[in-house]
T-cell receptor, first 109, second 115 residues
Framework: GQQVMQIPQYQHVQEGEDFTTYCNSSTTLSNIQWYKQRPGGHPVFLIQLVKSGEVKKQKRLTFQFGEAKKNSSLHITATQTTDVGTYFCLKTSYDKVIFGPGTSLSVIP | NAGVTQTPKFQVLKTGQSMTLQCAQDMNHEYMSWYRQDPGMGLRLIHYSVGAGITDQGEVPNGYNVSRSTTEDFPLRLLSAAPSQTSVYFC??????????????FGPGTRLTVL
């Protein structure tokens, strides 16, 4: 009911290729956040999306919130080795914070 | 500001031992939470608190206790450690739970091994 799904679970790309991870919820979201966790590190906030259809960009990263506010995506253009890590989406449900299972990105130099 | 701090960074316990993982934040955040992270399982919520004196259970609360006597501190207690509790534990805080502006700030984590 409250779960958030992410696909793919793992992605291996050649450096310079693009990468996309998708986050899907069965319920409408008030907002969604994205986090990045480097290997051996802790999750770090990237961005929050609030409005239906919202698109935000951070350099090579593009974040999108679906029109129905039930899904979101993170797209990285021309990956670099510094993009390695696990990308999580997060939603709030009443008084709980729920993370998606994450997409682990490996970049082959 | 130190942000969110956690101690210890590493800990090895024997089955049946008890211990407390410490978490503190200096941002005057009301919301604090504890997660455990296991390979392939993402971050699972153990307990959370919406303010001093208020705590509640998350997804995987069994074997853990928490208390919130001050806004700053949110310790996690393992009552009788079991090998299944081997994990990386993260504490997080945010200024508010719902709505715009509830970025979660994470501590560096505690890597716990139970033998």
């Amino acid at each position: 009911g409250q779960q958030v799904m992410q696909i793919p679970q793992y992605q291996h790309v050649q450096e310079g290729e693009d990468f996309t991870t998708y986050c899907n919820s069965s319920t409408t979201l008030s907002n969604i956040q994205w986090y990045k966790q480097r290997p051996g590190g802790h999750p770090v906030f990237l961005i929050q999306l609030v409005k239906s259809g919202e698109v935000k960009k951070q350099k090579r990263l593009t974040f999108q919130f679906g029109e129905a506010k039930k899904n979101s995506s993170l797209h990285i253009t021309a990956t670099q080795t510094t993009d390695v890590g696990t990308y999580f989406c997060l939603k709030t449900s009443y008084d709980k914070v729920i993370f998606g299972p994450g997409t682990s990105l490996s970049v082959i130099p | 500001n130190a942000g969110v701090t956690q101690t210890p960074k590493f800990q090895v316990l024997k089955t049946g031992q008890s211990m407390t993982l410490q978490c503190a934040q200096d941002m005057n955040h009301e919301y604090m939470s504890w997660y455990r992270q296991d390979p392939g399982m993402g971050l699972r919520l153990i307990h959370y608190s919406v303010g001093a004196g208020i705590t509640d259970q998350g997804e995987v609360p069994n074997g853990y206790n928490v208390s919130r006597s001050t806004t700053e501190d949110f310790p996690l207690r393992l009552l009788s450690a079991a090998p299944s509790q081997t994990s990386v534990y993260f504490c997080a805080s945010s200024s508010q739970l719902a709505g715009v502006g509830n970025e979660q700030f994470f501590g560096p984590g505690t890597r716990l091994t139970v033998l």
